[in-house]
């Protein structure tokens, strides 16, 4: 079964996170809600531990 644009999308920012070393990522907005279109963009946030 092929991956879908959301499928894909949603591997890269696990991909991302883990490359930067974040404990979490947190898709937001249309991707989150599978509503997402061709148009749209890719919010996340990305959570790591910082000696602030």
Do not use: C
């Amino acid at each position: 079964m092929a991956a879908t644009p959301r499928d894909r999308a949603l591997l890269a920012v696990r991909e991302t996170a883990r490359e930067q070393g974040a404990s979490k990522a947190i898709v937001f907005g249309s991707f989150a809600r599978d509503t997402a279109t061709r148009h749209s963009d890719l919010d996340a946030v990305f959570v790591a531990e910082t000696p602030f």
